[in-house]
């Protein structure tokens, strides 16, 4: 999985990625705004703010070279200012801001808010959406007076006040369906199992996943290691539930496996392909060092070099490159593989300078705004071309940035793509807003096309080469992706 959000690509320069999302800012000023917007822009509570460095950006420590990150300011309520906050935030920077209708954030943040009120057993006969007149400081206003009526009968618990107001704020970012617009008021929850499984994405189930559900990965040092979980074990059941019933994997099942903490044992059946043996285990979910991503390269027979890049954090691309150079003191390459399963994206400054190494003075993608004015995205030209074949190979993990490079190396007839089709997690780059609680609000400023001009973002890259990894594959040993880019290579 990427850093933040889910891995976005955006993790470009903060200061230029600024003055884009300002000049959107003019842009959206000029455009959809009724007649009372501007009588009642004073009123607004301050404006969303960019902070000096992306709370969650890979620091010093993760081989970025630069300086650490700053401590998050320590979060506090979240308040309807706090939403009124958010919801002008995203007509001001959401590259779609400037003609969304405000009914798209205020229905679904109050079908969220009055779900909440009835799952706590709290629904109020006055909890009634207001009517809305496609103004959007009107519709703001008769939304506020309905939410704090609602709120000024709860109970004062304040955790419960809060979690109201969470919801509320994030159905109304669920609302743009994008999936490089959220909503981050805690980092997000790290499953202390120390599993990865197949058909899961950073925020849940791949809706386009198949059963079974099987480990891709075990941690060094963690609690399933201990377990003697391993890779290609099918999860059959977690606490006695079965993950999959009627086809369907069930979400409560997997938040077990998602979000596992210390001092809560979770209990695993599994199916171990190799074997056939079906056997139950409990696995202790404890802290274990989490390693930096680090790219690996090695020769393979046949003088083909093999290299495994987990994301594309910053400083991969020399990395990268320098390897394949140390290389080919020694060895006359034939051919690169580029592993990209489960890279989940990362700096986009690292992709433009790895695509440079296969191509120069060509558009990779595009970047385009709310009116389809599009901006051509180039490789870095700087960059020695490595003149060999290519084949990369993909699966549901290659995400964002991942899924950029794969689009590109297909559009552009780069190299060939072997193994499945990418996540398309890539509806484009986007920067984090600071709101009053301090809490982030991430709006992405422009939407992403492929160098063809075709959408990415939801659909994925295909395969030329359709090679998926499966439970038995991996339980044996086996690697249908790399042996098929062999094939080719050789």
Same mark, same amino acid.
């Given at each position: 999985?990427?850093?933040?959000?889910?891995?976005?690509?955006?993790?470009?320069?903060?200061a230029a990625g600024v003055a884009v999302s300002a000049a959107l800012v003019g842009y959206a000023a000029t455009s959809v705004i009724s007649p009372a917007s501007s009588a009642a822009a004073s009123s607004r509570p301050p404006a969303?703010?960019?902070?000096?460095?992306?709370?969650?950006?890979?620091?010093?420590?993760?081989?970025?070279? /630069?300086?650490?990150?700053?401590?998050?300011?320590?979060? %506090?309520? =979240?308040?309807?200012?706090?939403?009124?906050?958010?919801?002008?935030? &995203?007509?001001?920077?959401?590259?779609?801001?400037?003609?969304?209708?405000?009914?798209? +954030?205020?229905?679904?943040?109050?079908?969220?808010?009055?779900?909440?009120?009835?799952?706590?057993?709290?629904?109020?006969?006055?909890?009634?959406?207001?009517?809305?007149?496609?103004?959007?400081?009107?519709?703001?206003?008769?939304?506020?007076?309905?939410?704090?009526?609602?709120?000024? %009968?709860?109970?004062?618990?304040?955790?419960?006040?809060?979690?109201?107001?969470?919801?509320?704020?994030?159905?109304?970012?669920?609302?743009?369906?994008?999936?490089?617009?959220?909503?981050?008021?805690?980092?997000?929850?790290?499953?202390? +199992?120390?599993?990865?499984?197949?058909?899961?994405?950073?925020?849940?189930?791949?809706?386009?996943?198949?059963?079974?559900?099987?480990?891709?990965?075990?941690?060094?040092?963690?609690?399933?290691?201990?377990?003697?979980? %391993?890779?290609?074990?099918?999860?059959?059941?977690?606490?006695?539930?079965?993950?999959?019933?009627?086809?369907?994997?069930?979400?409560?099942? =997997?938040?077990?496996?998602?979000?596992?903490?210390?001092?809560?044992?979770?209990?695993?059946?599994?199916?171990?392909?190799?074997?056939?043996? =079906?056997?139950?285990?409990?696995?202790?979910?404890?802290?274990?060092?989490?390693?930096?991503?680090?790219?690996?390269?090695?020769?393979?027979?046949?003088?083909?070099?093999?290299?495994?890049?987990?994301?594309?954090?910053?400083?991969?691309?020399?990395?990268?490159?320098?390897?394949?150079?140390?290389?080919? %003191?020694n060895t006359t390459l034939r051919g690169i593989i580029l592993d990209l399963r489960g890279n989940g994206g990362g700096s986009g400054a690292e992709l433009v300078r790895l695509l440079g190494a296969f191509v120069h003075g060509k558009?990779?993608?595009?970047? *385009?705004?709310?009116?389809?004015?599009?901006?051509?995205?180039?490789?870095? $030209?700087?960059?020695?071309?490595?003149?060999?074949?290519?084949?990369?190979?993909?699966?549901?993990?290659?995400?964002?940035? *991942?899924?950029?490079?794969?689009?590109?190396?297909?559009?552009?007839?780069? /190299?060939?793509?072997?193994?499945?089709?990418?996540?398309?997690?890539?509806? /484009?780059?986007?920067l984090p807003y600071l709101l009053d609680d301090n809490s982030e609000l991430m709006l992405p400023f422009f939407r992403e096309i492929g160098a063809n001009r075709e959408i990415v973002d939801t659909i994925g890259v295909a395969p $030329?080469?359709?090679?998926? &990894?499966?439970?038995?594959?991996?339980?044996? /040993?086996?690697?249908?992706?790399?042996?098929?880019?062999?094939?080719?290579?050789?």
């Open positions: 999985m990427t850093a933040m959000v889910g891995g976005m690509k955006n993790k470009l320069r903060i969303c703010a960019a902070p000096a460095l992306p709370i969650g950006q890979p620091s010093a420590a993760s081989g970025s070279g /630069g300086p650490a990150a700053p401590q998050p300011a320590p979060l %506090k309520p =979240t308040t309807i200012a706090t939403i009124e906050q958010a919801y002008y935030c &995203m007509f001001d920077h959401y590259y779609r801001g400037s003609v969304l209708d405000d009914r798209t +954030l205020l229905v679904p943040a109050f079908a969220a808010l009055t779900q909440e009120l009835q799952r706590r057993g709290l629904d109020q006969s006055q909890a009634t959406m207001p009517a809305l007149t496609v103004g959007r400081d009107a519709d703001w206003a008769a939304f506020s007076r309905a939410y704090q009526k609602i709120a000024a %009968k709860l109970p004062e618990d304040p955790a419960l006040r809060q979690a109201v107001a969470e919801v509320t704020l994030s159905g109304m970012v669920a609302a743009l369906g994008d999936n490089h617009a959220r909503w981050t008021r805690l980092p997000q929850q790290r499953s202390l +199992l120390g599993l990865q499984f197949s058909g899961f994405h950073a925020d849940g189930i791949d809706p386009a996943g198949t059963a079974p559900i099987f480990v891709t990965a075990v941690a060094p040092g963690s609690g399933a290691q201990s377990a003697g979980i %391993k890779p290609g074990d099918v999860v059959v059941a977690v606490n006695g539930v079965p993950l999959i019933v009627n086809g369907i994997v069930s979400e409560g099942v =997997t938040a077990w496996l998602r979000t596992a903490s210390a001092g809560q044992p979770v209990q695993l059946t599994l199916r171990r392909p190799v074997t056939g043996m =079906t056997f139950t285990t409990t696995v202790n979910p404890v802290a274990f060092a989490q390693a930096s991503p680090t790219a690996e390269t090695k020769l393979l027979p046949g003088d083909l070099a093999e290299v495994t890049i987990p994301s594309f954090y910053p400083g991969v691309a020399d990395q990268v490159l320098n390897a394949i150079a140390e290389l080919r %003191k558009t990779t993608s595009y970047w *385009c705004d709310v009116r389809d004015h599009c901006t051509a995205n180039h490789p870095d $030209d700087t960059v020695p071309l490595l003149n060999l074949p290519l084949v990369a190979l993909t699966d549901r993990g290659c995400a964002s940035a *991942c899924d950029s490079f794969a689009s590109a190396v297909k559009d552009l007839h780069l /190299g060939t793509l072997v193994g499945t089709r990418t996540a398309g997690l890539v509806s /484009g780059p986007a $030329d080469h359709v090679a998926p &990894m499966t439970a038995a594959d991996l339980s044996a /040993g086996r690697d249908p992706g790399l042996a098929k880019a062999l094939t080719l290579l050789r």
